[in-house]
């Protein structure tokens, strides 16, 4: 088996390869797809943006260049269509500080997930990847707001703030909407480690940032397939769901007692 690449090497492999600049979740997409890694953590794109934003940051030599929020180029490569020596009518802003992070409002979030890919107790483990091949994060004691489904339509918005997203889904299970809802869809506040756990909500949220991400929020949410917008880099912190291990053990042991009993 081929020794994983570090990240930089990684990065620096698929930048070189690539045509155009990348989004840094392109550059996580193709790292995986190449297998130039195995090692991924829970959070692969964060980790791609972390390492290639501290680079431009600190590192006056840094082999990369920004060229829009999140989409990055090697140094040494000329970027289409830019003009490094025209004057701006408008303030250059350093975008580094807020890259180096995860989305700083909604930090995760999962659309239609499948109420039948979880084994329901009172404390469900909610598990999703960033990408296929990356650590599963349990999302059960996640805070923030969900939306639960009847096929596409939207039959109920709730918020977890006192309870956890996971028993507040629990507890729909067997409340008035029990009967109702089939898929569910999340987004979340806490901040997601590389370890696959759960961090502190912040205390303080920059008002500035709150629009775009109730915008973003809004565009999931209810204009999924007609705006591609997807604001501000959301779809970088999006998690598939993965089904709960017991449920194929649940399976697995009603087949083998099928087919002892027709023995």
């Given at each position: 088996?081929?020794?994983?690449?570090?990240?930089?090497?990684?990065?620096?492999?698929?930048?070189?390869?690539?045509?155009?600049?990348?989004?840094?979740?392109?550059?996580?997409?193709?790292?995986i797809?190449?297998?130039?890694?195995?090692?991924?953590?829970?959070?692969?794109?964060?980790?791609?943006?972390?390492?290639?934003?501290?680079s431009?940051k600190?590192?006056?030599?840094?082999?990369?260049?920004?060229?829009?929020?999140?989409?990055?180029?090697?140094?040494?490569?000329?970027?289409?269509?830019?003009?490094?020596?025209?004057?701006?009518?408008?303030?250059?802003?350093?975008?580094?500080?807020?890259?180096?992070?995860?989305?700083?409002?909604?930090?995760s979030?999962?659309?239609?997930?499948?109420?039948?890919?979880?084994?329901?107790?009172?404390?469900?483990?909610?598990?999703?990847?960033?990408?296929?091949?990356?650590?599963?994060?349990?999302?059960?004691k996640?805070?923030?707001?969900?939306l639960?489904?009847?096929?596409?339509?939207?039959?109920?918005?709730?918020?977890?703030?006192?309870?956890?997203?996971?028993?507040?889904?629990?507890?729909?299970?067997?409340?008035?909407?029990g009967?109702?809802?089939?898929?569910?869809?999340?987004?979340?506040?806490?901040p997601?480690?590389?370890?696959?756990?759960?961090?502190e909500?912040?205390?303080?949220?920059?008002?500035?940032?709150m629009?775009?991400?109730?915008?973003?929020?809004?565009?999931?949410?209810?204009?999924?397939?007609?705006?591609?917008?997807?604001?501000?880099?959301?779809?970088?912190?999006?998690?598939?769901?993965?089904?709960?291990?017991?449920?194929?053990?649940?399976?697995?042991?009603?087949?083998?007692?099928?087919?002892?009993?027709?023995?």
């Amino acid at each position: 088996m081929a020794k994983d690449l570090t990240w930089r090497e990684a990065i620096d492999k698929v930048l070189g390869a690539a045509g155009t600049p990348l989004h840094y979740k392109e550059i996580t997409d193709k790292i995986i797809a190449s297998r130039l890694r195995s090692n991924l953590g829970a959070t692969p794109a964060a980790t791609v943006n972390a390492q290639i934003s501290t680079s431009i940051k600190h590192d006056d030599a840094s082999p990369y260049v920004r060229v829009d929020k999140g989409t990055f180029t090697l140094a040494q490569r000329p970027v289409m269509g830019t003009s490094p020596d025209k004057e701006k009518l408008t303030p250059t802003t350093d975008a580094s500080d807020e890259d180096e992070e995860q989305y700083e409002i909604v930090s995760s979030f999962g659309m239609f997930w499948r109420r039948e890919a979880i084994q329901w107790v009172a404390t469900p483990q909610l598990l999703g990847m960033q990408q296929l091949g990356a650590i599963p994060v349990d999302f059960n004691k996640q805070l923030g707001i969900y939306l639960l489904y009847d096929g596409r339509e939207v039959i109920y918005i709730g918020r977890t703030t006192d309870r956890p997203l996971g028993r507040r889904l629990f507890e729909h299970t067997s409340d008035r909407m029990g009967a109702r809802w089939d898929r569910f869809s999340w987004f979340g506040l806490r901040p997601v480690k590389d370890t696959g756990l759960l961090g502190e909500m912040p205390a303080t949220y920059d008002a500035a940032k709150m629009i775009p991400a109730l915008e973003a929020i809004l565009i999931e949410a209810f204009e999924p397939r007609q705006n591609r917008k997807r604001g501000d880099d959301l779809s970088a912190v999006e998690y598939i769901q993965k089904e709960d291990p017991e449920i194929q053990k649940r399976k697995s042991k009603a087949f083998v007692q099928a087919v002892m009993e027709k023995m």
